[in-house]
């Protein structure tokens, strides 16, 4: 796919791996929609991308509130679906709240997104679903039995979607990366020291090749580990 003028939707896009993903699509002459529930990383992240992107302030587990947003940004080649919240800790130590807001950034949203841009893709020539989830969702691991419930959730929906898309003009990837030096940890009141985990622009540089190939190919379970850091994962 030539990414000139390409409409991409990027959920979660206005910091972390969503904003490096923006700036390296930008760079590639892409229109860049990013969609997060925060106005004032949306209006930075603009003001950084310049006039190849627009922002817009919405919760993606919000159906009515996302099909109005699809409604208004209208037709789309690419969807990448990233927005997510970490979770971490024994399922008895999490309060409901946080349970049902893990489900409905990692799970749900990634559903409601889909479905609500699905009618434009299927129109586009070619056109790219990428479900961004984690090494999370193929193995269980301590302390995660939430955060993996998502995003074993994520790779079913990805892998049955797939199969019902597979003779259509839409493409789909699940992309499984490891540790990245992210805020997703901090923002989640638990920090860890990841600042030599992996660069958000170089897993985005490996995105936008993705993206790059042309209908006669499709790289659909991408996994993406990390090498040996000095830090705990």
Same mark, same amino acid.
């Given at each position: 796919?030539?990414?000139?003028? #390409?409409?991409?939707?990027?959920?979660?896009?206005? &910091?972390?791996?969503?904003l490096a993903l923006s700036r390296a699509l930008v760079a590639q002459g892409a229109q860049v929609c990013i969609l997060?529930?925060?106005?004032? @990383?949306?209006?930075?992240?603009? @003001?950084?991308?310049?006039?190849?992107?627009?922002?817009?302030?919405? &919760?993606?587990?919000?159906?009515?509130?996302?099909?109005?947003?699809?409604?208004?940004?209208?037709?789309? *080649?690419?969807?990448?679906?990233?927005?997510?919240?970490?979770?971490?800790?024994?399922?008895? &130590?999490?309060?409901?709240?946080?349970?049902?807001?893990?489900? &409905?950034? =990692?799970?749900?949203?990634?559903?409601?997104?889909?479905?609500?841009?699905?009618?434009?893709?299927? #129109?586009?020539?070619?056109?790219?679903?990428?479900?961004?989830?984690?090494?999370?969702?193929?193995?269980?691991?301590?302390?995660?039995?939430?955060?993996?419930?998502?995003?074993?959730?994520? %790779?079913?929906?990805?892998?049955?979607?797939?199969?019902?898309?597979?003779?259509?003009?839409? @493409?789909?990837?699940?992309?499984?990366?490891?540790?990245? =030096?992210?805020?997703?940890?901090?923002?989640?009141?638990?920090? #860890? *020291?990841? %600042?030599?985990?992996?660069?958000?622009?170089?897993?985005?540089?490996?995105?936008?090749?993705?993206?790059?190939?042309?209908?006669?190919?499709?790289?659909?379970?991408?996994?993406?580990? @990390?090498?040996?850091?000095?830090?705990?994962?």
């Amino acid at each position: 796919m030539n990414l000139a003028n #390409k409409k991409i939707v990027i959920t979660g896009g206005a &910091d972390g791996l969503g904003l490096a993903l923006s700036r390296a699509l930008v760079a590639q002459g892409a229109q860049v929609c990013i969609l997060s529930r925060d106005q004032q @990383k949306i209006d930075t992240a603009i @003001k950084e991308l310049g006039e190849k992107a627009q922002g817009f302030a919405v &919760d993606v587990s919000q159906w009515q509130t996302l099909s109005e947003v699809a409604n208004t940004i209208g037709s789309v *080649d690419v969807l990448i679906n990233n927005a997510g919240v970490w979770i971490e800790g024994l399922l008895l &130590d999490h309060d409901v709240v946080a349970i049902e807001r893990a489900i &409905d950034s =990692n799970l749900k949203g990634v559903i409601f997104a889909t479905k609500a841009f699905l009618p434009t893709l299927s #129109k586009a020539s070619e056109s790219h679903i990428i479900n961004i989830s984690s090494t999370s969702g193929l193995k269980g691991r301590n302390g995660q039995a939430v955060y993996a419930a998502t995003k074993f959730g994520v %790779q079913g929906f990805t892998e049955s979607l797939k199969l019902d898309l597979e003779k259509t003009n839409i @493409k789909v990837t699940g992309f499984y990366p490891g540790g990245m =030096n992210t805020q997703l940890f901090a923002k989640a009141g638990t920090p #860890k *020291d990841n %600042q030599d985990w992996m660069d958000t622009a170089k897993v985005a540089e490996i995105l936008v090749f993705m993206l790059e190939r042309d209908l006669s190919m499709v790289m659909d379970h991408v996994v993406l580990n @990390k090498r040996q850091t000095k830090t705990s994962n």
